[in-house]
């Protein structure tokens, strides 16, 4: 098998690993945001519930979690495994940018939604127009990182049977013996996805920055 | 109200989930049927079993064989690959209708997932490095030095009985790994001595590598390799060992044996 062959069995995989990060990042956002919202303004059992969940999925391994997902969870529903990874990994995900979106909320400055309601806006307008918007900024930082985090724990779902980056270095590695060089190759990859990301993220963080007076 | 809204939350919840278990009862076979196809596992990291051709394609013995026998059931083939020791919970849990990748007969296994009649025959195997200095004239000599296994086989299951147990090799010595080209990475490097696994991967392994070799073959924990079925499913059961007898008869497996085994 020659070097080409190789290289192009390996990238084949980089779809999967794309789908399984584009399911798993905005569905974890989704799930994420809506949970920081509920635990930041939700009342104190709400923020109890919360807190048990962020504990709970931030205290196992992902790998774990998707074999628990995947093989028990799912034993009646007939969900495939790119499907039960992508989503376990996105629900493992919720729970790491549940604790990003809090935070960033949480520095937005009380002041903000104080302002908001004084001049007569509801406590659902004042979050959504006011405290969101600029909670989005102070996000970024962190949610690159998770961003990066997911890329990488995407090639978990391997263990699933998806055939993803690493599953495939595994395969060609053993039939072609060229480990090193299998290997080599999938680290590139996930490191131009990665790269790619994080630089385009700071590109919109940029773009979000408010100008500072000189 | 908040206690209240919990505890139906908590009823509607289990209630789902028992809805989920109880609907088993229809065998594999006629889903299958109906879907016009039928989902096999596989591990494709075993050469000449069931590995990656420079092609991209799988390919193997195990992988032309099921071909054919789901070619005779008259539906279509979609493989699943993933690591072996996800395949037997993952027949169990209904994530695949079938698995061939070269099991053997075990009986932790046959709890949770059937067998199908046996179709070919393996052997066991012991590899070393050319820089070995011991000895291995009967199998248990292997407790003297650091073994390397693949992790939930069948010679997993044979070390741990019959060395670990007893106590002649300890745990610390014996070192479990997800593929058997890994195993025999650390044997060419010196981390483990002795190799035990199937002998025909391990040829193929051997002839990749000639720092390795065969010291000791025989039946131990191996013998017949046979396809995983979902537990208690009759009709599928039935279904592949006539299609298995059917190309016995007909020297078909003989074949591929040739194509496959020979050098």
């Known amino acids: ?214 | 109200m908040k206690k209240r809204i919990l505890l139906t939350v908590a009823l509607v919840l289990s209630v789902a989930l028992l809805v989920g278990c109880a609907t088993e009862a229809d065998s594999v076979l006629d889903k299958i049927n109906q879907a016009g196809t039928v989902v096999v596992g596989t591990s494709a990291d075993y050469p000449p079993y069931e590995y990656i051709d420079d092609a991209g394609a799988m390919t193997g013995f195990d992988i032309e064989l099921m071909t054919e026998i789901v070619k005779r059931m008259g539906v279509e083939l979609q493989w699943e690959d993933m690591p072996f020791d996800s395949l037997v919970a993952a027949v169990n849990s209904g994530k695949l209708d079938m698995s061939i990748s070269c099991f053997n007969y075990d009986e932790e296994r046959d709890l949770t997932v059937d067998f199908s009649e046996a179709y070919y025959t393996t052997e066991d195997a012991f590899v070393v490095s050319s820089a070995f200095t011991g000895s291995i004239v009967v199998p248990e000599d292997a407790a003297n030095y650091k073994v390397g296994v693949q992790s939930g086989t069948v010679q997993d299951g044979w070390l741990t009985d019959n060395l670990v147990t007893p106590g002649l090799l300890s745990e610390a010595n014996l070192s479990r790994y997800e593929r058997v080209d890994q195993a025999a990475l650390d044997l060419a490097s010196g981390r483990i001595d002795v190799l035990m696994g199937d002998y025909v991967p391990v040829q193929a392994l051997v002839a990749q590598n000639p720092d390795l070799l065969v010291v000791f073959h025989g039946e131990l924990s191996t013998g017949p390799i046979n396809i995983v079925l979902p537990e208690g499913d009759t009709a599928l059961k039935a279904e592949v060992d006539r299609i298995i007898k059917e190309l016995q008869a007909e020297g078909f497996i003989d074949q591929l044996a040739v194509k496959y085994f020979s050098e």
Request: hydrophobic letters at 55%; proline letters at 4%; aromatic letters at 10%.
């Open chain 1, 1 to 214: 098998m020659d070097l080409g062959q190789l290289l192009s069995y390996i990238a084949s995989g980089t779809v999967y690993t794309v789908g399984v990060t584009l399911i798993a990042l905005p569905s974890g956002l989704l799930i994420g945001t809506l949970l920081a919202l509920l635990y930041v303004y939700g009342g104190k059992s709400a923020a109890r519930l919360m807190n048990l969940y962020s504990t709970v999925f931030r205290g196992i391994p992902p790998l774990v979690l998707l074999f628990i997902l995947f093989f028990a969870v799912t034993k009646g529903i007939n969900l495939s495994a790119f499907w039960a990874g992508s989503l376990s990994l996105g629900i493992v995900s919720s729970a790491y940018q549940m604790e990003i979106v809090r935070g960033a909320l949480l520095s937005v400055s009380g002041d903000q939604l104080m302002a908001a309601r004084s001049i007569g806006l509801s406590r659902l307008e004042a979050i959504r127009y006011v405290v969101l918007p600029q909670a989005v900024r102070l996000a970024i930082p962190p949610w690159s990182n998770e961003a990066a985090i997911i890329i990488k724990d995407s090639s978990l779902v391997y263990a699933l049977g998806v055939p993803e980056i690493l599953r495939r270095a595994q395969l060609i590695g053993a039939s072609s013996q060229r480990y090193l060089l299998a290997y080599m190759s999938a680290a590139v990859i996930y490191f131009l996805l990665v790269f790619v990301t994080t630089r385009l993220l700071a590109l919109f963080e940029k773009k979000l920055t408010i100008p500072s007076n000189p």
